[in-house]
């Protein structure tokens, strides 16, 4: 399967990736596959960046967040297996294998908990899980629009995964993607175009290589991931913050006009709201693009307030 993934990165490719990414990009061992990851600042707080579902180039895309978060911490922006530059693997998809993995880069990077761990969409159920099961690691959780348990996710996997590793497997993705930025076919390009636009940081050079990067991350590992993205959610159901969790979430307003059960599944997972809050704020999902320094400030000054350094 990672032979099969690495197809998609020609050496070219992955090359401008890297020379763009700078000095602070590394690759950890973690089970016998190489993970991307970059550490950017040394404060004393130890941020985890973790990407949603799917996010063509989470280092890229999380730049200006980790750029402005470092300045006052250690950041750690993680390409989970399967995603950006890491390689793919043959594990299964579930909250519990993507938790350890990542845990394993930790310890292979020497840094150690506890962590504030900053979850994108999907990560969201992998930060619970990460909480839940190993409290002592997890100083604070702050979501970026991240998610929760809900009844629709719970009881519905897409079947387009199984449909797409045939695409995958006759060299198809590159041509969806092509075909996506001249027609808007499927709504992604646009989609991510639009997200990058709104944010002065991002270069056209940047929004160019996120977009291309596309083109492979819908590769086997990840379309795994989605295929059992209804069970991720069931592990979630019922899991609420341990009520001495400091925990932020930022819920994009558009969310909330598309999930119904956004916004309230997140307020469920409250057990105590003198350190547990949930703001909404007007943008994209991907609302660290365009927001990345309103996303920071609040973020220091809610961890200033309910997360004491060591």
Same mark, same amino acid.
Request: aromatic share 8%; hydrophobic share 40%; proline share 6%.
């Given at each position: 399967?990672?032979?099969?993934?690495?197809?998609?990165?020609?050496?070219?490719?992955?090359?401008?990736?890297?020379?763009?990414?700078?000095?602070?990009?590394?690759?950890?061992?973690?089970?016998?596959?190489?993970?991307?990851? &970059? =550490?950017?600042?040394?404060? +004393?707080?130890?941020?985890? %960046?973790?990407? /949603?579902?799917?996010? #063509?180039?989470?280092?890229?895309?999380?730049?200006?967040?980790?750029?402005?978060?470092?300045?006052?911490? &250690? =950041?750690?922006?993680?390409? +989970?297996?399967?995603?950006? %530059?890491?390689? /793919?693997?043959?594990? #299964?998809?579930?909250?519990?294998?993507?938790?350890?993995?990542?845990?394993?880069?930790?310890?292979?990077?020497?840094?150690?908990?506890?962590?504030?761990?900053?979850?994108?969409?999907?990560? /969201?159920?992998?930060?619970?899980?990460?909480?839940?099961?190993?409290?002592?690691?997890?100083?604070?959780?702050?979501?970026?629009?991240?998610?929760?348990?809900?009844?629709?996710?719970?009881?519905?996997?897409?079947?387009?995964?199984?449909?797409?590793?045939?695409?995958?497997?006759?060299?198809?993705?590159?041509?969806?993607?092509?075909?996506?930025?001249?027609?808007?076919?499927?709504?992604?390009?646009?989609?991510?175009?639009?997200?990058?636009?709104?944010?002065?940081?991002?270069?056209?050079?940047?929004?160019?290589?996120?977009?291309?990067?596309?083109?492979?991350?819908?590769?086997?590992?990840?379309?795994?991931?989605?295929?059992?993205?209804?069970?991720?959610?069931?592990?979630?159901?019922?899991?609420?913050?341990?009520?001495?969790?400091?925990?932020?979430?930022?819920?994009?307003?558009?969310?909330?006009?598309?999930?119904?059960?956004?916004?309230?599944?997140?307020?469920?997972?409250?057990?105590?709201?003198?350190?547990?809050?949930?703001?909404?704020?007007?943008?994209?999902?991907?609302?660290?693009?365009?927001?990345?320094?309103?996303?920071?400030?609040?973020?220091?000054?809610?961890?200033?307030?309910?997360?004491?350094?060591?």
């Amino acid at each position: 399967m990672s032979a099969l993934f690495h197809r998609w990165q020609t050496p070219r490719d992955k090359h401008a990736i890297e020379q763009l990414i700078g000095a602070e990009h590394r690759y950890v061992d973690v089970n016998g596959h190489r993970m991307s990851v &970059t =550490v950017q600042g040394s404060g +004393p707080r130890t941020v985890i %960046l973790m990407p /949603g579902l799917a996010t #063509p180039e989470p280092i890229i895309g999380f730049a200006p967040l980790a750029e402005k978060l470092a300045e006052q911490n &250690t =950041v750690v922006t993680v390409e +989970p297996l399967g995603m950006g %530059l890491s390689d /793919g693997t043959d594990a #299964p998809r579930t909250s519990e294998a993507i938790v350890d993995e990542i845990r394993s880069a930790l310890v292979t990077l020497g840094i150690d908990g506890p962590y504030v761990l900053m979850p994108h969409s999907v990560s /969201g159920l992998y930060a619970l899980w990460w909480t839940t099961h190993h409290p002592d690691e997890v100083a604070a959780v702050v979501g970026l629009d991240d998610e929760r348990y809900t009844a629709d996710a719970a009881h519905g996997s897409p079947d387009w995964p199984s449909w797409m590793s045939i695409v995958n497997a006759a060299g198809g993705t590159r041509d969806l993607i092509a075909l996506d930025k001249s027609t808007d076919y499927l709504g992604l390009v646009a989609d991510y175009r639009e997200s990058l636009g709104d944010a002065a940081e991002f270069t056209t050079e940047q929004q160019d290589l996120y977009l291309q990067a596309y083109s492979w991350v819908l590769n086997p590992t990840v379309l795994d991931e989605m295929a059992r993205g209804a069970q991720n959610v069931q592990a979630a159901e019922g899991a609420v913050f341990p009520p001495t969790l400091p925990a932020l979430s930022f819920l994009a307003a558009s969310s909330l006009e598309v999930e119904p059960e956004w916004e309230s599944s997140h307020r469920a997972a409250i057990s105590n709201p003198a350190i547990q809050q949930v703001t909404v704020m007007d943008g994209h999902h991907y609302l660290f693009h365009a927001h990345a320094a309103e996303i920071a400030e609040s973020t220091q000054k809610f961890l200033d307030e309910h997360v004491p350094t060591r």
